[in-house]
């Protein structure tokens, strides 16, 4: 099946008409015959019924509101990238970062200023020649070049040196930590944040890099690696407790806390979480539960709202190379988009931020109509097209398409 960017989709003869239908399942109404035929043909209007009916007896028949594009969405963070991508030390840098060579200092000064040490010296861990190749993103990107890319846009953004520094060093605990050596010879590993803080970051910048980084994935990292090792590859719910409360009683900063509040995430979704895949699904749960709310919290509780701007600019950076990712992680990035985005408008934000994350709102609404859109509408097939389309619904992508309001926004976001 072709995939249709937004634009190509808004452009097919049958987009409205998809709209429509998808309108009336949210609505959890009975579809319209028309509203088929003009999707479809004459002919398919029972079996499409019958699917939705379906659909709506596993999902439920409460009601749900879709949301709509903005008349005049925000393109800052576009209009960044864009910029970026014609900047010629940018461009010189990024090619030593493909070629695996050590970036000019000169350079890296134009972008990190007071900070260029430090820069040179995260990148240079990441372009090691002993795992740097095993630094890809799913798409195939050097993890190198996209943390340098996200700092780009920071720094195009005008946000400030240590955002910007911030913005580079954003993955570095979770991609390093257990990969490069100390000086004790060995991974720094989950017992070493302090060193490996001291070691690669200026020290008014590791605060923002911790408000950055999601240690609920380093501790599920830490979880997969242990149950690796004594070959117990699927692990039951009792023993991730068990883990758990071990790790807890190592009391190690800064994530001491985040294990706690893990292990209680735990209890309290014991009914829904995946008991064939337990690490998975709690670490699913605690990206949307945990690390987002409370990354939005610490940015403003720090005086440091441009942190939301940066990770708005690595969830839109993430989308790319999405085509080459399987729908379940297509779906699951558009839904982080969607997440940050509607806990984000919870906050009162100052006008950058709110730009930015108005602008990331409409870009996961716009993402997740091409996606839904590039399976439904097509000449044949039709049936299969339209199951293969509630499949997607079904894995969450429905929530991208639905309007929150204001009350419910501020009781997703943790309490002072």
């Given amino acids: 099946m072709a995939k249709y960017t937004f634009k190509k989709i808004t452009e097919h003869p049958k987009y409205m008409a998809g709209v429509k239908l998808l309108h009336q399942i949210l609505a959890r109404e009975k579809p319209s015959p ?64 493909e070629k695996r060579d050590p970036p ?26 002993d795992y740097r190749d095993d630094l890809k993103r799913h798409c195939g990107v050097l993890n190198a ?13 005008g946000l400030s040196e240590d955002s910007v520094m911030a913005a580079l060093a954003h993955d570095s605990e979770e991609d390093l930590l257990g990969i490069v050596n100390s000086k004790k010879g060995k991974p720094y590993g989950l017992t ?23 240690y609920y994935d380093l501790i599920s990292k830490d979880l997969k690696h242990t149950f690796h090792k004594t070959k117990k590859i699927v692990p039951s719910y009792n023993q991730v407790r068990k883990r758990l409360e071990s790790l807890e009683k190592k ?64 969830l839109l950076d993430n989308a790319h190379g999405m085509d080459m990712l399987p729908v379940e992680n297509r779906v699951k990035n558009i839904k982080k988009q969607t997440n940050f985005a509607l806990k984000a408008l919870g906050l009162d934000l100052d006008i950058k931020a709110h730009d930015a994350i108005m602008e990331l709102y409409e870009n996961s609404l716009r993402m997740a109509e091409a996606e839904l859109f590039s399976v439904m509408i097509g000449e044949d097939s039709f049936q299969d097209r339209f199951a293969a389309s509630l499949a997607m619904l079904r894995m969450g992508l429905e929530d991208c398409f639905v309007e929150m309001h204001y009350d419910s926004l501020k009781s997703m976001l943790p309490s002072k």
Avoid: W
């Fill in 145 to 157: 070049a996209h943390i340098f890319r996200v700092a780009g846009v920071a720094y195009k953004q």
């Fill in 251 to 314: 009391n190690i900063p800064p994530v001491q806390g985040k294990i706690r509040n893990l292990e209680k995430l735990l209890l309290e979704s014991s009914g829904i979480i995946d008991k064939e895949e337990v690490i998975r699904s709690l670490k699913t749960l605690a990206y949307m539960d945990l690390y987002t709310p409370e990354l939005l919290k610490d940015s403003v509780g720090i005086g440091m709202q441009e942190l939301i701007i940066v990770k708005a600019d690595d």
């Fill in 192 to 214: 070493g944040i302090l060193d490996f803080e001291k070691d690669f970051l200026p020290e008014q910048v590791t605060p923002l890099v911790r408000t950055l980084t999601n």
């Fill in 104 to 129: 000019e200092m000169a350079d890296l000064e134009k972008i990190f200023g007071s900070h260029t040490n430090h820069a040179a010296k995260l990148l240079e861990a990441y372009l090691h020649k």
């Fill in 34 to 97: 028309m509203n088929i035929i003009n999707l479809y043909s004459s002919g398919v209007e029972k079996p499409i019924a019958e699917q939705i009916e379906y659909y709506y007896r596993k999902k439920g028949y409460e009601p749900r509101h879709p949301r709509t594009h903005l008349s005049e969405p925000k393109t800052t963070i576009l209009d960044a990238r864009e910029s970026l991508g014609a900047d010629e030390t940018y461009n010189k840098i990024r090619s030593s970062i």
